[in-house]
């Protein structure tokens, strides 16, 4: 949109152009073609997973990194969005890692499938897949046969139960590949809130869970073999090389 302005100075007439633009959420949603849909925009790097390109499975971009998105009867459906890395530093490297966020999630409610409401991301050399798990509904990999609880510590009004999982042929960044995941999971759920996120970095690491050059720091919400919706009313992912007293 143009705005046109006029302005008189000492007897010249003075005429400006101001160029304005309105942001315009942008919706992509998953099609037979593809399971994947991957972008950047405002800075921040999306990704929509849909495997096997089952039922329907949507993701609407929004201004600066707040996204929103739906899912119906699909097999695993992830959207997230977040700050992207080229897999060359650790995160002690880049600085502190932060995030506020406030997430209308809406899962179906029922007992059909699960759904989370995370912190995500991968790092290589470790391959690991990382979640900070805030919010879930119906199943939790706690409850996982074969996931092994490292330890438990408090961060931002609640204790997290930290666990490990090894995932043996199944999809990853890296292709179809044996890695591990780590779990920090809130017993105190919310969807909404301030994380420390490098504090899970650092206790993850002192709990022996090692990490390995930043592939993304993102916030995601997955749904497996279930509905639901959400929308981030506010989202901020922060990197800083310090911390000030506030958020320590």
């Known amino acids: 949109m143009k705005i046109y302005s006029i302005y008189?100075?000492?007897?010249?007439?003075?005429?400006f152009i101001l160029m304005s633009t309105s942001f315009v959420a942008q919706t992509f949603c998953i099609d037979k073609k593809s399971d994947q849909i991957i972008g950047n925009q405002d800075g921040y790097r999306y990704e929509l997973w849909n495997q096997n390109s089952q039922g329907k499975a949507c993701i609407t971009i929004e201004k600066g990194a707040a996204f929103s998105g739906y899912w119906n009867d699909v097999e695993n459906y992830?959207?997230?969005?977040?700050?992207?890395?080229?897999?060359?530093?650790?995160h002690q490297e880049i600085g502190v890692f932060k995030t506020n966020f406030n997430c209308e999630y809406n899962p179906a409610k029922g007992r059909k499938g699960n759904s989370y409401l995370s912190v995500y991301g991968w790092t290589i050399d470790p391959l690991i897949e990382y979640y900070i798990v805030e919010d879930w509904r119906n199943w939790i990999p706690s409850k996982s046969k074969d996931a092994i609880l490292k330890g438990t510590f408090n961060a931002n009004g609640s204790i997290y139960d930290v666990y490990e999982k090894?995932?043996?042929?199944?999809?990853?960044?890296?292709?179809?590949?044996?890695?591990k995941q780590y779990f920090s999971i809130r017993r105190e759920t919310r969807n909404k809130g301030f994380i420390d996120i490098t504090k899970h970095f650092n206790t993850w690491e002192s709990l022996g869970m090692r990490l390995g050059k930043l592939h993304e720091v993102s916030f995601v919400v997955e749904g497996y073999k279930s509905n639901g919706s959400f929308k981030f009313?506010?989202?901020e992912i922060l990197v800083s090389k310090t911390v000030s007293s506030q958020e320590k």
Do not use: C, H, M, V
Not at 78 to 90: D, N, V
Not at 167 to 179: H, N
């Open 78 to 90: 992830l959207a997230r969005r977040g700050l992207s890395y080229i897999q060359t530093k650790k």
């Open 233 to 235: 009313k506010e989202l």
């Open 166 to 179: 090894t995932r043996i042929d199944k999809p990853s960044i890296k292709g179809t590949a044996t890695f």
């Open 8 to 15: 008189k100075i000492n007897g010249l007439l003075l005429f």
